[in-house]
C-alpha cells in the first residue's frame, strides 16, 4: 500500500492531462486526479479530462486498476449547470465519458470526500466500486431544478439500492450520509484513514484477489428486492401531495420503473426521453432561473469585493417575542453568543423557554443533538437592562411596529453601543431613514428584516438606508449567509420589496369578495396556482386583530373589520375567515358566507361568478406592477432579486419561477393587457420592456 510520504511524491510527478486533470501511477494502480475549483464541476474541461484519463488508463499495461479522485474540499459536487443552455461543442457531452469510464475493463474505484451530487454520483456509479470518507455525503438533487438524473442514475441505483431507496434519493433529492449509503450498498467501504491509502488498498486489493470487475448496469441485487406496480403505486399515493404542482417527480418514478422492467439500454433510452421533456419544460426553466438568481443576490454591483466586514462575535436581540427569539435562535444555532433582551420579566422567561422548546422539538425529530442544544443555549444571556447590550457588534431590534418606540430605542442604544457596534431594525414597513436619524451615527444603521418564523424562513431582506456605510452592508449580506440565509438588498420604501409587492395581491383579495367570490373561492384558485395557502387562511392564520384592527376605531366598514369586532380572530378563536375545529382544520363559514352576501348586496354592481383565471390575473397581475415599480425606483437592484424575495419570503410557487419570470411566460404585451383590463395602469417600465421586445426578468441587463 502506499504511503503517505509516496503519494506526495506521486503527486509531484503526475503527468498533465488538461489544466484540471492528472495521471500517475502508484505501483499498479493509476490514479486519476480532477482539480477544478470550486467544485469540481462537470464542466467541458473535466469532461476533456476525465475522457483522455480514462483512455490512457484502459492503455495502460503498467496500470492493473484506477482510482478516481479530487483535489479540494469535495469530490465531483456535480454538472456545471452554466452548459446546460450553452454546451461546449468542442467537448464530450457527460454520457459519452461516462460510457468510457462504465467500458473500463480494469477494476475501477471512486475515491469520494466531501460531497458526490448529481453528476458527481453518477460518474461515481461507473465505476465498478466507490469508498469514501465518514463525513461524505452522496445524492441527486436534481429534482430541486425540475430534472431528473440523466447520465444514468436513474438506470444504475436502483440495481444496486433497489427501486424504493432509489425513489426516495431521487424524489426527494436529498444527499445521505456515508454511513447510510455504505448500509444501502452505493458505498463499498468507508475509508477511515488517508482517502487516497485507502482506495488505492482497495483498488490493489480488487486487481489481485477480486473477481473479473461488474460494471453496475450488469448488476442486480436491487433489482431482487421488491419493485411490482403496487409498489410505484403506493409510492405516488404516499406523496401525492409532495408531488402536486411538480413534473419531475413523476419522471423520476416512470424512469424508476423502467429501470426494474426493461433491459439497461432501453431504460437509458426511456430516461433520456424523460429527461428531455423535463428540460424543455418551462417549469424546469424556472426552477434553473431560480437557481442562478439565488446565488446573485449577495452580488451588490456599488460595493467593491474588498469592503471590509466588520466583526460580528456577540449580537444583542431587543425584544423576546415571537420574531426576537427566532432571530435570537439564527444566531445560536451558528455559534454566536447572544444576549437577549426584554422590558419583563414573565416576556423574557416566556421568550427563554420558547427558544429551548423549539431546540427540543428538533432534538426529538433527530435534526439536532443534544450536545448541540446545550451549546445553543449556554451562548443565550438574557436580561432586563439595554445597558448590557454595551459590548455587541451586532444589535437588532424586533419590537412593536411603532415608528416611535423604535425611535426611542434607537436613541437610547445611541449612547449604550460601543463604537463601530451595527444597529438593526427588524422593522416590515417602518421608514428607516426616520429610525436612523435618532441616533448620531445613521452609517450604522441598517435594515434586517426576518420573515416568520425568524429560525425556519431563508430571506432576509437586507435594507440599506441613506446614510448606511458601505461596509455595514457588505458586513450584513456576509452574516446573512453565516446563519444560513439568503440576503436580498432593498431600498427604504413602505413593506421594502416583499411585503410591498404582496401588499396588492390582498387588496385584491378582499375587493374580489365584495364581488361575487367567496373567500374560499378566492383562496382556491390561489392554493392551486401553486401556494400553499391562499390570503383569507393566510389571514385566519396570523390573526385579523393583529393585521392594524384598532377596536377604537373600527367602523364595521369591511368585512374584516366585522369580523374582528365579533371576535371572529381567526385560529386562535377557532373562527375567522373560516370556521375552525380543535385541530385546526378549516371549513367554510357560514357566517362568514352571510355576511360576505351582504357586504355584496350593498355593492354597485351585483356579483358574479369568477373564472380561476380571473381570479388569479386580478390577484397576481397587480404584483408583477408592483415589481416593476420597484425596479424603477431602485429598490431591488435587480428583478431576479424580486423573484428570489417573494419565492423565500412567501411562499411563491417556486415552479412558475417568481412573479417576474411568470410575467415573462405570459409575455409582457399580455401582462399590460391584463392589467388595463382590471383597471390598473401599466407600470412605466413594463410598457418600455414590451415596446423593446424584452423581458423582465433579466432587468436591469434587457433595459
Keep these: 500500500m502506499a504511503s503517505g510520504e509516496t503519494l506526495d511524491a506521486v503527486r509531484e510527478s503526475a503527468q498533465t492531462i488538461n489544466d484540471v486533470t492528472t495521471y500517475a501511477c502508484v505501483g499498479t494502480v ?17 469532461r476533456q479530462g476525465l475522457m483522455a484519463a480514462f483512455a ?9 486498476a484506477v482510482v478516481l479522485a479530487c483535489a479540494g474540499r469535495t469530490f465531483i459536487a456535480g454538472a456545471d449547470i452554466r452548459e446546460f443552455d450553452a454546451p461546449d461543442p468542442d467537448a464530450p457531452d457527460l454520457l459519452e465519458v461516462l460510457a468510457q469510464i462504465d467500458a473500463c475493463p480494469k477494476p475501477t474505484v471512486a475515491a469520494i470526500h466531501g460531497t458526490a451530487l448529481g453528476g458527481g454520483l453518477e460518474t461515481a456509479l461507473c465505476c465498478h466500486t466507490r469508498v469514501a470518507t ?40 436529498k444527499p445521505v450520509i456515508a454511513s447510510r449509503a455504505h448500509e444501502i450498498g452505493l ?5 477511515e484513514g488517508d482517502l487516497l491509502e485507502g482506495a488505492i ?30 409498489l410505484f403505486a403506493r409510492f405516488r399515493a404516499d406523496n401525492a401531495r409532495a ?18 422492467t426493461l433491459p439497461f439500454e432501453a431504460g437509458m433510452r426511456r430516461e433520456a426521453e424523460l429527461f428531455q421533456e423535463l428540460f424543455t ?83 426529538k425529530k433527530g435534526k439536532l443533538t443534544q450536545a448541540k442544544l446545550d451549546a445553543c443555549m449556554e451562548r443565550l444571556q438574557s436580561t432586563l437592562n439595554m445597558a448590557d447590550l454595551g459590548e455587541a457588534d451586532l444589535v437588532i431590534e424586533a419590537v412593536f411596529e411603532k415608528l416611535a418606540l423604535k425611535q426611542e430605542i434607537f436613541a437610547r442604544l445611541d449612547g449604550i453601543a460601543r463604537p463601530g457596534a451595527i444597529l438593526a431594525t427588524n422593522t416590515s414597513f417602518l421608514d428607516i431613514n426616520a429610525i436612523a436619524a435618532a441616533t448620531s451615527r445613521p452609517g450604522d444603521v441598517i435594515g434586517l428584516h426576518f420573515f416568520s418564523p425568524a429560525n425556519v424562513m431563508r430571506l432576509l431582506e437586507v435594507v440599506r438606508a441613506s446614510a448606511t456605510s458601505p461596509d455595514v452592508v457588505a458586513t450584513a449580506m456576509g452574516l446573512a449567509r453565516t446563519i444560513a440565509k439568503i440576503p436580498v438588498l432593498s431600498g427604504v420604501c413602505d413593506g421594502f420589496i416583499a411585503n410591498r409587492m404582496m401588499t396588492p395581491r390582498m387588496d385584491a383579495a378582499q375587493a374580489l369578495i365584495l364581488e361575487g367570490p367567496l373567500p374560499w373561492e378566492v383562496d382556491q384558485a390561489i392554493v392551486d396556482y401553486g401556494f400553499a395557502m391562499g390570503p383569507f387562511a393566510m389571514l385566519d392564520l396570523v390573526g385579523l386583530d393583529v393585521i392594524g384592527w384598532d377596536p377604537a376605531t373600527s ?27 380543535e385541530m385546526r382544520r378549516p371549513t367554510p363559514s357560514p357566517v362568514t358566507e352571510a355576511l360576505v352576501r351582504e357586504f355584496q348586496s350593498r355593492a354597485e354592481t351585483p356579483p358574479r361568478p369568477f373564472s380561476d383565471e380571473e381570479l388569479i390575473e386580478r390577484l397576481l397581475l397587480p404584483v408583477v406592477n408592483e415589481g416593476a415599480r420597484v425596479l424603477e425606483e431602485g429598490i431591488a437592484l435587480r428583478a431576479s432579486d424580486i423573484d428570489v424575495a417573494l419565492v423565500m419570503g412567501y411562499g411563491w410557487p417556486p415552479a412558475t419561477g417568481g412573479p417576474v419570470f411568470w410575467a415573462d411566460t405570459l409575455g409582457l404585451g399580455n401582462v399590460i393587457a391584463g392589467l388595463e383590463a382590471i383597471g390598473e395602469t401599466p407600470a412605466p417600465l413594463l410598457r418600455r420592456l414590451a415596446e423593446a421586445d424584452a423581458t423582465l426578468h433579466t432587468w436591469p441587463e434587457a433595459a
Design 201 to 230: 488498498a482497495f483498488a490493489e486489493n480488487a486487481a489481485q484477489s477480486g473477481p473479473p470487475p461488474v460494471p453496475v448496469r450488469e448488476r442486480s441485487e436491487g433489482l431482487s428486492l421488491p419493485h411490482d406496480a403496487e
Design 56 to 64: 490512457r488508463a484502459a492503455a495502460d499495461p503498467e496500470a492493473h
Design 281 to 363: 419544460s418551462r417549469q424546469s426553466a424556472a426552477l434553473r432561473y431560480l437557481f442562478f438568481a439565488e446565488r446573485q443576490t449577495a452580488r451588490v454591483p456599488d460595493l467593491p469585493a474588498d469592503t471590509p466586514r466588520r466583526p460580528i462575535a456577540q449580537v444583542g436581540v431587543i425584544g423576546a417575542g415571537t420574531m426576537g427569539r427566532g432571530i435570537a435562535m439564527n444566531f445560536l444555532s451558528a455559534g454566536i453568543p447572544v444576549t437577549l433582551v426584554e422590558q419583563d420579566e414573565a416576556a423574557l422567561e416566556r421568550g427563554v423557554a420558547a427558544i429551548r422548546r423549539t431546540y427540543e422539538i428538533s432534538l
Design 243 to 260: 408531488f402536486k404542482g411538480y413534473q419531475a417527480p413523476e419522471n423520476i418514478v416512470r424512469a424508476v420503473e423502467a429501470a426494474v
Design 555 to 581: 367602523t364595521s366598514s369591511t368585512v374584516t373589520q366585522v369580523l374582528c369586532e365579533t371576535g371572529r380572530w381567526g385560529q386562535k378563536r377557532q373562527a375567522g375567515f373560516y370556521d375552525y375545529d
Design 30 to 46: 493509476a490514479l486519476i486526479t480532477l482539480d477544478s475549483p470550486p467544485v469540481n464541476a462537470l464542466g467541458s474541461a473535466v
Design 187 to 191: 458505498i463499498d467501504a468507508i475509508i
Design 134 to 173: 465518514p463525513s461524505a455525503k452522496v445524492g441527486l438533487p436534481e429534482v430541486a431544478l425540475g430534472l431528473l438524473p440523466g447520465a444514468g442514475g436513474t438506470q444504475r441505483l436502483p440495481r444496486i439500492v433497489g427501486a424504493q431507496t432509489a425513489l426516495e434519493m431521487m424524489v426527494f433529492g
